[in-house]
């Protein structure tokens, strides 16, 4: 599988904000978790989370990272998203022009995605060499929704 590459306040290429639930379901199959809910899982690589409105169309694409040799990681303009440091990802962001606000959890990009980290990857899972009490964040997904959709959700 081919990495996926994200297309800012818009979504990936199979999966767009607008879209219809029927319509995400005919190309990418049904969810493996929360058919019929605001939050489905599709078991696409990398995975795929969607949320959607009550009206049943796409408001956010959430991609996952693929993990330790995973088949496939998250892309925007050249630079991987998913499965390496966080502030690397930020830093190599903010290096071609992307500007952000900082979260909670990660980095909201005024083009319209996140980078977020839930803390559950630690600094060794991609660095052997890292110690122990190594604090970086790990970039574990990317959030793709109108820049408004993060500041004002």
Known sequence: MADMEIIPGIGVDTVRIGDRRSQVEE???PPHHGPGGQRAVYTTTPMLVITYATDETVELV???YSGEDGPAEVHYDGVQLT???LDDVVADLHGLGYTSTPSDIGHDFHAGFSVWSMHSLWAR???PEA???DERAVSEGVSVAPYTYFVEG
């Open 125 to 127: 899972d991609i660095d």
């Open 27 to 29: 190309s990418i199959g």
């Open 62 to 64: 959430e991609a996952h």
């Open 131 to 133: 110690d122990e009490d």
């Open 83 to 85: 499965h390496r440091f």
